[in-house]
């Protein structure tokens, strides 16, 4: 037996590569894997990188892929045959067709014989960049005639197990032509020996000849068998595609846990920037602790602590993404929230929403108070707030390996110290947010206070609550669900009637005034 090939041309693997795109794009892969950026088509390299770009399209889309991909293969080989006048197996069947009915057995077995060097060479020829050396890697072959019209072909070859689907689809087209004159029936053996270091395993190629009664068209058949071949590659294209269409889903949404929904958003639309990159923007700041955690957490179980602090933080979250906000971190207790980026609404709109939801919050914990001193909570949390609007560089810091997507700056810090200066339950903001809400809200201006690492005595203003006027809109918004468009229609027919109903009795009393002059 002749020497395995250990390598193979770089024409070749670029030839493996560009024949169908989905392959291709498995293909470099494996060759980044092994350590190739670009092929050259002058040199050689190792057999096994066919081998992986195989195995890898097997796993992802099924042999179906492979046999496929190896009908492609002999589209351009065939082009190249039939200008050389044909395949060796085409020529010499032609030229010694009419011995194959012959009775002499005698000329059957001479046909034989040349029929398996014929047949080898061709085999050899259409898988030698892949697999194989000329002729001497045919470690045995023989051809029995069981009659006149029945002839068994047995080829036993060495190959590489990732190849053997491939090679089916390789020889299909040869197999085809003489498909036209006999009915074949071809069937892959392994052999039970294991396979070398290299993977080679030998392969037993067995096909059934019988005389074919009826005239096929080989270019017919063969378009044939590529369309069925074709259909089942696309069928197995889609489930993948379908598989990875989830796996990305799932991902996603997986992934929409730990990053605000905004960038999430921008992210899956692809207009998220993901380099390392920052921008000056003013920004509404909301900071938020839980008073004396520390020493509550030590009162409580480990397994009642997370079952209270994560109904917190979920509850919490929730109101927050209701209204905007983008969240930029836990840590530990405390919460940082900002308003602005990557979505704004501008900066008026963003403190006020920033603000209202600091409310919903603080009404919320009443409710979780409540609820937990009902289930032996008995000092549950209560939280402080902080909000302060100005300039802050927001944007994605840290490295090529890894960012955090999150503000810095002056306006950052005095909002987490206007919340560690509260009380459980208040409210506090500068009054840059001040300015923007002071329509909505009823405050309590405190003394300025001076503040670490802040150059300017910064205006304090707590927020008492709702301006009544404000509670009045809220509660009727409340009552009559102000996003439904049906129930706003309705309360309007009810103002006009109402409108109506009191022209008419102010006409009427107007009436009987003008009656009582006379």
Not at 152 to 179: D, V
Not at 205 to 217: A, G, L, P, T
Not at 316 to 322: G, H, N, R, S, V
Request: charge should be positive; aromatic fraction near 10%.
């Amino acid at each position: 037996m002749g020497k395995f090939e250990t390598t193979m041309s770089g024409a070749a693997i670029t030839s493996t590569l560009t024949q169908m795109s989905m392959i291709g794009d498995i293909g470099k892969e494996i060759l980044r894997k092994f350590g190739i950026k670009k092929i050259n088509i002058k040199k050689e390299y190792s057999y096994k990188i066919r081998g992986a770009i195989h195995t890898e399209t097997r796993n992802r889309f099924g042999k179906e892929a492979l046999y496929f991909y190896g009908l492609t293969m002999m589209e351009g080989y065939k082009k190249i045959r039939e200008d050389q006048g044909g395949t060796q197996t085409a020529i010499y069947y032609r030229n010694n067709a009419d011995n194959l009915n012959h009775k002499n057995l005698i000329i059957a077995r001479k046909f034989r014989n040349n029929f398996i060097r014929v047949f080898s060479e061709e085999l050899s020829n259409l898988t030698k960049a892949t697999i194989f050396t000329p002729v001497e890697n045919v470690v045995g072959s023989y051809m029995k005639v069981l009659d006149k019209d029945k002839i068994e072909l047995t080829l036993t070859n060495a190959i590489l197990i990732e190849n053997e689907i491939f090679n089916r689809g390789m020889i299909t087209e040869m197999l085809s032509f003489l498909n036209s004159q006999w009915t074949l029936k071809i069937k892959f053996v392994k052999s039970k020996s294991k396979q070398d270091s290299r993977g080679f395993c030998r392969f037993t190629w067995i096909i059934y000849f019988s005389k074919n009664k009826k005239k096929v068209d080989p270019d017919k058949a063969q378009q044939e068998i590529k369309e069925l071949a074709k259909q089942k590659f696309i069928d197995n294209v889609l489930k993948d595609s379908n598989r990875l269409r989830k796996q990305s889903e799932l991902l996603a949404q997986q992934l929409g846990k730990f990053i605000p929904p905004q960038m999430h958003k921008a992210m899956m639309q692809g207009d998220f920037n993901t380099e390392i990159t920052t921008r000056r923007k003013k920004l509404t700041i909301f900071f938020s602790d839980i008073k004396n955690f520390t020493s509550i957490s030590e009162k409580l179980q480990p397994e009642d602590l997370t079952q209270y602090l994560n109904e917190y933080f979920s509850e919490m979250t929730k109101i927050a993404l209701e209204h905007g906000a983008t969240i930029d971190k836990y840590i530990g207790d405390a919460v940082m929230l900002f308003f602005g980026d990557p979505t704004s609404k501008g900066e008026r709109e963003d403190a006020r929403a920033c603000v209202e939801m600091s409310l919903k919050m603080q009404e919320r914990m009443e409710y979780l108070k409540n609820k937990w001193k009902n289930s032996g909570f008995l000092n549950p949390f209560q939280i402080r707030i902080g909000i302060n609007t100005g300039y802050c560089n927001v944007g994605n810091f840290g490295s090529d390996q890894r960012l955090t997507y999150t503000i810095i700056g002056g306006e950052v810090n005095i909002a987490a110290r206007l919340e560690t200066a509260g009380e459980a339950g208040r409210i506090l903001m500068s009054f840059e947010t001040y300015s923007h809400v002071k329509d909505l809200v009823e405050v309590s201006e405190l003394n300025s206070i001076k503040m670490k690492g802040v150059s300017r005595k910064v205006k304090v203003f707590e927020v008492i609550g709702r301006k009544k006027s404000e509670i009045k809109c809220v509660q009727i918004l409340k009552q009559d669900n102000v996003n439904d468009n049906k129930k706003i229609n309705n309360l309007n027919k009810k103002i006009k009637e109402i409108d109506r109903q009191f022209k008419y009795l102010k006409k009427l009393i107007d009436d009987l005034n003008d009656e009582k002059q006379y």
